[in-house]
């Protein structure tokens, strides 16, 4: 029977694998014809892992198969579905295999990695000690881990908790204007930790350079960048489509994110320009790092224009009011040739979607669009009336939270690579934290300067990099 049942599933892994770079997704095409062929096969795909295999899925993956064989396949996928639901309920004890976690700064964010983290518990991970020195932060995290039935060791900040030695992971999720210092000393630190900081890598280029710098000094540790809106299921697909050649050379990036303002947080320190390092640098390094995977190419120079028009106008923050900019069109030109834009809104919470992608190649088109997670895409030559519309899901994702399943993407990501010990680079690495971080200094610069700014401005000349103080 194994031996019947190791080859229906040989046979099926080899058609879901087929043409298929992540094969994790869940594709169903809702709406359009197709586009050749081997597109239509994966669009047709329904993966869901050995447990997820129904006559109805060997059928649309063309597999030749006895109905003994499939009857054999169905039994042990479903002892496979009981075994992962014992699991679920009684987690093994792994204890020399736990990969023990730090968060430092539990606010929203830092929570959002604790509750992920919790998600991942059967993967071995447990969350020990976090560091915070605001009491209502730290008892929130506490709350969250008592009803997670994990104890932690709670410290008022970041030198405490490497001092403890309590973890190998520490993920850094305090305010931007922190991420240097607490970086440099988790690097500097004796004991190697693996570390995932929050998006953006730090607020100006000069301290990105001397965290990558300084990181390049401790191989044996891994740094990866919360640049997680790559892993948001449409956005990855999309990013999928463009690596296979579907849509061609890219020539044109466009990313609107039309939202709701910026929430309040601990302090109010996301208020000014100073800690956060203006909007283009906080929020937009994401898109700046998408811009620059679909374009395939790093980033020449850009131009920006942008204000503070609606949000925040009758706030006073010791005697202060907000600097930071509700919207923004910014151009970005790769050294490819390809052109990118962005176009930022933070007082359109009318908007259906927050953020519509479309990327176009000398063949085709494709879009996506969050948080509907569909992805469209059509060819030059099918035209419009073939443009397909599929929905973009990830069966991987065990929680969804804030950010659509990216968190949780993203931890496991950097999870196999903390395991593969050093044989797999982190996803997202301190270069793409920096480069993003850059060309939001650059935009903000061009919005100050009204011209064009290079990246080698930004990243060359030492007195830019104070530019938001
Ligand atoms: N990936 C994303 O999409 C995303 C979304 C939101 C926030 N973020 C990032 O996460 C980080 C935190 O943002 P947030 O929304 O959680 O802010 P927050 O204000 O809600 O929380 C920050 C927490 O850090 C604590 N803190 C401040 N200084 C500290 C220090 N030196 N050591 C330890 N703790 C300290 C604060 O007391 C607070 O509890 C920021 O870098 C932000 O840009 C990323």
Redo the contacts with the bound molecule.
């Keep these: 029977m194994n031996l019947i049942w190791h080859h229906a599933m040989v046979v099926v892994v080899m058609a879901v694998t087929d043409g298929s770079s992540s094969g994790n997704g869940r594709w169903c095409s809702v709406k359009g014809g197709k586009i050749g062929n081997k597109r239509k096969k994966r669009w047709g795909m329904i993966r869901g892992g050995d447990d997820r295999i129904d006559k109805d899925n060997l059928g649309k993956l063309g597999v030749a198969c006895g109905v003994g064989e499939l009857g054999e396949a169905l039994e042990t996928a479903e002892e496979k579905r009981r075994e992962e639901k014992r699991r679920d309920d009684h987690p093994l004890p792994m204890a020399e295999m736990t990969v023990k976690y730090g968060i430092?700064?539990?606010?929203?964010?830092?929570?959002?990695h604790l509750i992920n983290l919790h998600h991942l518990r059967n993967e071995g991970v447990a969350v020990v000690c976090i560091?915070?020195?605001?009491l209502p932060?730290q008892q929130v995290a506490l709350d969250l881990s008592q009803s997670f039935n994990w104890p932690l060791k709670v410290f008022p900040?970041?030198q405490e908790l490497l001092e403890s030695g309590l973890c190998d992971v520490v993920v850094v999720?305090?305010?931007?204007m922190?991420?240097y210092?607490?970086l440099m000393d988790i690097i500097n630190y004796p004991k190697p930790h693996h570390v995932l900081v929050?998006?953006?890598l730090c607020t100006t280029v000069m301290d990105c350079k001397k965290v990558v710098e300084a990181a390049k000094k401790r191989p044996e540790m891994l740094v990866q960048v919360?640049?997680?809106?790559r892993y948001m299921p449409p956005v990855a697909k999309l990013i999928e489509i463009v690596r296979d050649g579907a849509l061609g050379h890219i020539k044109m990036v466009a990313i609107r994110e039309h939202r709701f303002p910026f929430?309040v947080?601990?302090?109010n320190?996301?208020r000014f320009n100073c800690n956060?390092g203006g909007t283009l640098v906080?929020k937009c390094c994401?898109f700046f790092d998408l811009m620059r995977l679909f374009a395939g190419a790093n980033p020449v120079c850009v131009m920006a224009s942008g204000g503070v028009d609606v949000n925040h106008k009758d706030e006073i923050y010791d005697g202060k009011v907000p600097d930071i900019i509700d919207n923004a069109y910014v151009i970005v030109e790769f050294e490819n040739g390809s052109r990118g834009m962005l176009d930022l809104c933070m007082f359109a919470e009318g908007s259906k979607n927050e953020q519509e992608i479309s990327v176009v190649g000398d063949i085709g088109k494709g879009e996506a669009f969050v948080p509907e997670s569909i992805v469209r895409l059509g060819t030059r030559l099918e035209g419009r009336d073939d443009v397909q519309t599929l929905k973009a899901e990830d069966d991987r994702i065990k929680y969804e939270g804030?950010?659509h399943g990216s968190?949780y993407l993203e931890h496991l990501n950097f999870l196999s690579a903390i395991r593969a010990k050093g044989i797999k680079a982190p996803a997202v690495d301190l270069h793409d934290g920096l480069v993003s971080v850059a060309m939001g200094v650059a935009a903000q610069l061009s919005i100050e300067r009204g011209r064009f700014v290079t990246i080698k401005e930004v990243m060359n000349e030492s007195k830019f990099n104070n530019l938001v103080s």
Aim: proline share 7%.
């Design positions: 430092i700064g539990v606010g929203m964010m830092g929570r959002e560091a915070d020195p605001h932060s900040g970041h999720s305090t305010p931007n922190t991420h210092q607490i929050e998006k953006p919360g640049l997680e809106y929430l947080k601990v302090n320190w996301n956060s906080e994401h804030l950010h968190s």
